[in-house]
């Protein structure tokens, strides 16, 4: 118990809080200076949140992708990584879980389970790729990961027009009942909100990240070619197939995220003129957890608030949704500023170590 309360009392734990606080006033002195009052903006986007079971359920449910992208960003950031390339593997996901939920025909304790896995392990492929291009090219996994972005999202567009979209229509058809894992009964219980299994995948995705990277030989592995590839490789590790087994399972985060939302929210997919954002939200998500599995899902528990409560604002304030926006790169903001956040920390810090003195 008093190793969990040390957990939070540290620096890392007081410096996200203080930036989400900050953050809050930053947007609360914009509102003001639109001419709106923050008070009651604030107050209709907790109403819009948690006024009734169903937006609270829709809550969850924006929360969840969330997680699945931050969770991608964070585990490559963690291995020395940069993946941006997330919404990509997202997309490519969500692809192939449509491909096997609408063209095949099997039992749903098969259908389901194989649209889920092979959703994520294309979003892993796709994020392999990039790491491939990496250790074997030297390309720098920023640059391939910004375009192997553009790369899924018309490469899904043509996979929808060509196999899976009626002529005329601009969606595929509806995933069959076998392979949805809506959740019925608590969907029912939160008033038919679009909740699903995919939540529960999302966490228990944070509990495997967590045991991966920290509990076993191949994520010290990982964490140690981040670190020095250089120490790394003269130790006898493979940096190279380390680097690409890191972008595998970013991508397969990533790719397990696009699966839940077709599987779980909409049933289809629709030939996309730009891009959903969940993937570049994750990589907002993970800056505020501090790029770790229970920061992740802390961060994505703001970022969803924020996101839905921002028509809450609109419709009972007034306040126009950019200021939502606003808000969140205001956090992101703090977060990554640490210098300043420290320098307002400063005398409650020093409190801190006079006490312990």
């Known amino acids: 118990m008093n190793k969990v309360i040390a957990v939070f009392t540290k620096d890392s734990f007081l410096v996200p809080v203080a930036a989400i606080i900050l953050g809050l006033l930053v947007g609360a002195v914009a509102m003001l200076a639109g001419g709106f009052d923050p008070i009651l903006a604030y107050q209709s986007l907790l109403k819009k949140v948690f006024g009734d079971v169903y937006n609270f359920g829709e809550t969850i449910r924006q929360i969840t992708p969330l997680i699945f992208t931050g969770l991608s960003v964070a585990f490559a950031f963690r291995t020395g990584l940069f993946n941006i390339g997330a919404e990509g593997q997202f997309i490519m ?19 389901a389970p194989l649209a889920l896995i092979v959703g994520g392990v294309v979003g892993g492929l796709w994020g392999a790729l990039t790491g491939w291009l990496k250790a074997a090219r030297g390309v720098h996994e920023v640059i391939t990961s910004i375009m192997m972005n553009w790369v899924a999202l018309y490469f899904s567009n043509y996979i929808l027009s060509a196999f899976l979209v009626p002529e005329g229509q601009q969606r595929s058809k509806d995933v069959k009942d076998t392979a949805i894992i809506t959740f019925g009964w608590l969907s029912e219980v939160f008033d038919n909100a679009r909740l699903h299994w995919g939540t529960v995948i999302a966490l228990a995705a ?9 509990k076993t030989k191949a994520g010290f592995e990982l964490r140690a070619v981040g670190l020095n590839p250089h120490a790394s ?9 380390n680097v690409i087994k890191a972008m595998f399972i970013g991508g397969l985060f990533a790719g397990l995220g696009g699966a839940c939302e077709v599987l779980g929210v909409f049933h289809y997919q629709a030939i996309a003129p730009a891009m959903p954002g969940y993937g570049f939200d994750g990589i907002a998500v993970a800056l505020i957890g501090g ?16 996101t839905f409560g921002a028509n809450g604002m609109k419709f009972g304030a007034g306040v ?11 956090v992101i903001f703090f977060v990554a500023a640490h210098g300043i956040v420290r320098f307002f920390l400063k ?9 312990r003195s």
């Open 93 to 111: 996901g969500s692809i192939a879980a449509t491909y096997v939920g609408v063209t095949f025909d099997l039992p749903v304790y098969i259908h």
């Open 320 to 330: 126009p949704i950019e200021l939502i926006r606003i808000v969140i790169a205001s």
């Open 206 to 214: 944070a509990v495997f990240f967590f045991i991966v990277l920290w």
């Open 347 to 355: 005398p409650i810090l020093a409190k801190k170590k006079e006490g």
């Open 291 to 306: 790029n770790t599995p229970f920061g992740v899902i802390l961060g994505a528990i703001l970022f969803g608030i924020l």
């Open 233 to 241: 490789e003269y130790a006898g590790m493979n940096v190279n197939r």
